[in-house]
């Protein structure tokens, strides 16, 4: 990439401005991606089982960077970038709320503090991977990049589900939680791009793969019509 003086950089600052609040939101994403691929691939290679302590750590990291998750999204969605603040919001609960929430009381039903069913964060995780599918549509148009962002995760959350409601085989659910521990490595892979993208908007263009299902020209498909 070829050095931009600092005169061209103000002169792109003012006209078009420099990076974008999707920044912030994205970046807890990632992070948080990252966080349920060393989770996911943990239990799996572990057998499904995670010493007290991890989880603990998982469950306050979660909780913690669920603030700044929220209130980035909440950023995005009243400066009416809509979709993804919306999707990254429903995120949010997901992996911060939920999750985090969940690996806290397991650590609390471990010291025998609580009794602990994981059958309702299933359902939590089933209900949200469904939703987020709903929403893929929104995305059909987008890059390659944007799509996997959004449709990894939505399988990650699925597999959360099936596997927190025990809806699989229980000499499946370890195999299962470590190819949704993959699926979300991949997610937080995506983000990295997504994070430049938006931090560097203005300065360069962030390669960001084809778009899958581009719009058709509707004024071409008028002209052929009327020729």
């Known amino acids: 990439m070829a050095l931009v003086s600092q005169q061209e950089i103000d002169a792109i600052h003012q ?6 609040p999707l920044g912030v939101p994205a ?3 990632t992070i948080f991606s990252f966080i349920c691929c060393a989770q996911g691939i943990g239990l799996g290679a572990a ?4 010493s007290h302590t991890t989880n603990l750590s998982f469950g306050i990291v979660q909780v913690i960077l669920f603030i700044g998750f929220f209130f980035g999204s909440a950023l995005l969605i009243k ?3 809509n979709l993804p603040g919306q999707t990254y919001m429903i995120f949010a609960i997901a992996f911060g709320g939920v999750g985090g929430a969940s690996n806290i009381m397991a650590y609390l039903a471990a010291e025998g503090m609580i009794a602990y069913d994981p059958f309702v964060f299933g359902i939590v995780n089933m209900v949200i991977g469904i939703i987020l599918i709903i ?3 929104a995305y059909f148009h987008g890059t390659l990049v944007d799509w996997a962002t959004s449709f990894l995760p939505c399988l990650g959350l699925l597999i959360y589900g099936i596997t927190g409601m025990g809806l699989c085989p229980p000499e499946t659910v370890s195999a299962l939680i470590f190819a949704a521990g993959v699926l979300f490595g ?4 995506g983000g990295m791009f997504v994070i430049a993208s938006a931090l560097l ?6 390669p960001m ?4 299902f581009p719009k058709k020209d509707a004024n071409a498909k008028s002209n052929r019509e009327t020729n």
Do not use: D, H, S, Y
Not at 15 to 20: F, I, L, R, V
């Open 15 to 20: 006209k078009a401005g420099w990076g974008q």
């Open 27 to 29: 970046t807890v994403f």
């Open 47 to 50: 057998g499904g089982t995670m």
């Open 79 to 81: 400066r009416n970038v």
């Open 135 to 137: 929403e893929l549509p």
């Open 186 to 189: 991949l997610t937080g892979v």
């Open 201 to 206: 908007e203005g300065i360069c263009a962030v």
């Open 209 to 212: 793969g084809p778009v899958l």
